[in-house]
């Protein structure tokens, strides 16, 4: 299984270059787009897993909000808007015109990059529900890749023995949720554990 793919869509190289350093860290694959041609181009051919939108375009004379509404006719992936307006009224036109998410700047690192995650395991979510199967699950920065049985932490891939890999799944189809010793080794080693 591939990293998540995340397309950051601005024209402010440092700020780019900032978030880009930082999600490579945590093993995505991210591509940069510097105006909405290339956006658009680039959306088309990478099937991108989220979109990052700068929509305070200063060097280039580009319309955020017209890159926003265009990426939602182009996919359905998650996009988190960023910019420095954190008006009520800029927040509601962004989230009208397809944005999943609105980060006012500055920001933490790691507020976007928690808001990163929830969007890609959303994502990932909704992806896999038609089918009825998750073949993926996503925690934090772990990516479960059920059909493959295999497991990454930040795109590096962590070799576990089978029964290590049936407890991790177990327990992270659990979120949230308790799971008692009795239940957890039923499920694990059946019947005769």
């Not at 359905?76 to 998410?101: F, H, N, R």
């Not at 995650?117 to 699950?137: D, E, F």
């Not at 295999?150 to 407890?167: A, F, M, N, S, W």
Request: proline letters at 3%; one cysteine or more.
């Amino acid at each position: 299984m591939s990293e998540p793919k995340i397309l950051l869509i601005g024209d402010e190289p440092n700020i780019l270059r900032t978030l880009r350093r930082n999600l490579v860290g945590r093993g995505y694959d991210v591509s940069i787009a510097l105006d909405d041609q290339e956006a658009y181009e680039i959306a088309r051919q990478l099937n991108s897993d989220l979109f990052i939108l700068n929509l305070d375009f200063t060097i280039v004379n580009v319309d955020g909000l017209k890159i926003c509404s265009r990426l939602r006719e182009i996919s359905q992936s998650p996009m988190i808007v960023l910019s420095a307006i954190g008006s009520e009224k800029a927040k509601i036109t962004a989230l009208d015109l397809g944005a999943d998410d609105y980060l006012v700047m500055p920001f933490s690192m790691e507020e976007f990059l928690a808001r990163v995650r929830v969007a890609l395991r959303r994502w990932v979510a909704y992806k896999t529900s038609p089918t009825g199967k998750n073949h993926l699950i996503l925690v934090g920065d772990l990516l479960i890749n059920t059909d493959a049985r295999q497991v990454t932490l930040r795109g590096k891939i962590v070799h576990l023995t089978p029964t290590e890999y049936d407890i991790l799944h177990y327990l992270a189809q659990r979120i949230g949720k308790v799971v008692v010793h009795r239940e957890l080794l039923k499920a694990v080693w059946g019947d005769v554990y």
